[in-house]
């Protein structure tokens, strides 16, 4: 079995890989090429929660368990942690044991950088509210994606924004200029692309419908049913809302809700994978708002890390062991 350790993961995979990875994960999805059972979720205390993910896909099986704990927030724990196995398909060996800490990052980001890739190239400026690990990589897959010159960052706690921007150089290596916004309207006015990566409960930008004409928002932070990054007036405003997951309508507040509540008609929660493989027959305006969501699937985590097992054993790195 073959160990990879977080630096094993970073030295493996690029982010413009993580992104073609995930674009071959949608088609996967829209093929109905695996075999993926519910996620579970395990409340330990309060928001802190334990997740299990496996799926079966193409040679592999990959299983990923996770925690978010919402209470490491301002430690020096991160709020997700989590390893990745990967199994043969055809005789069940373990493969691999991974950092999953890293991966998720990467491949949350690398979903997210799909939808600018589809939605927003031409995009000049970023806006991210929530400067955790996952908004480092968001910001890594909008450089990668796009031609952004501007990036606006905005967090509750903005003590902890300096740091972020400093990680961020380190990072990306890019002297891309980036600003701290006074607050989320500020943020949402001047950015092309706007990212919330929170584990709120509530929403975190404007509820404001004009405020986002001509915009895309993605929204990464919310993956249970109580959570909540996303306002009534975007989900009204927006002819069509870009979902990664079926299974997100029962997972997801910020997709359980708009659709519960009458915010938008569920004939217009329209799958990714539909619109990447052609079977999507609406017409995108450009002047109104685009709006995608990431629950995530373990097929995600099945495909890249399989990836990134295979390309560890190319570049000869991690620790083989039997146990």
């Known amino acids: 079995m073959l160990i990879l350790s977080k630096k094993d993961v970073e030295q493996s995979i690029t982010m413009n890989e993580a992104i073609d990875v995930m674009e071959k994960a949608f088609v996967e999805y829209a093929k109905g090429n695996y075999v993926m059972h519910e996620r579970l979720f395990v409340k330990v205390k309060e928001d802190d929660t334990l997740l ?14 996770v925690t978010s704990y919402p209470s490491n927030t301002g430690t020096e724990e991160p709020v997700t942690q989590g390893f990745i196995t990967v199994n043969d398909r055809y005789n069940g060996k373990t493969l691999s044991l991974m950092d999953g800490t890293l991966l998720t990052a990467i491949k949350t980001a690398a979903v997210s950088g799909v939808a600018m890739r589809v939605f927003k190239q031409g995009a000049k400026s970023v806006g991210l509210v929530g400067t955790g690990l996952q908004g480092l990589y968001q910001l890594i897959a909008a450089l990668e994606t796009t031609s ?3 990036i606006y960052v905005y967090n509750r706690s903005q003590k902890k924004i300096p740091a972020f921007i400093e990680e961020f150089r380190e990072l990306s290596g890019s002297d891309v200029e980036v600003i701290i916004a006074e607050n989320n309207v500020e943020l949402v006015t001047v950015s092309d692309i706007i990212i919330t990566a929170t584990t709120s409960n509530h929403p975190v930008i404007p509820d404001e419908a004009d405020l986002y004409d001509g915009k895309l928002v993605i929204g990464v932070g919310s993956f249970n049913k109580h959570m909540r990054e996303l306002p009534e007036a975007l989900f009204r405003s927006a002819p069509y809302y870009f979902i990664d997951s079926e299974k997100g309508k029962e997972e997801c507040g910020d997709i359980i809700d708009p659709i ?13 994978s539909e619109l990447l493989t052609n079977n999507f027959t609406g017409k995108i305006d450009a002047n109104k708002p685009i709006v995608f969501k990431t629950v995530s699937m373990a097929l995600f985590d099945t495909l890249i890390g399989e990836y990134v097992y295979q390309k560890c054993k190319q570049l000869n790195l991690g620790i083989n062991v039997d146990l």
């Not at 519960?260 to 990714?272: C, H, T």
């Open 52 to 65: 299990i993910m496996t799926s079966a896909v193409g040679y592999s099986i990959g299983t990923k368990i």
């Open 148 to 150: 952004i010159e501007k």
């Open 260 to 272: 519960a509540k009458g915010w938008i008609d569920e004939n217009r929660v329209v799958l990714m």
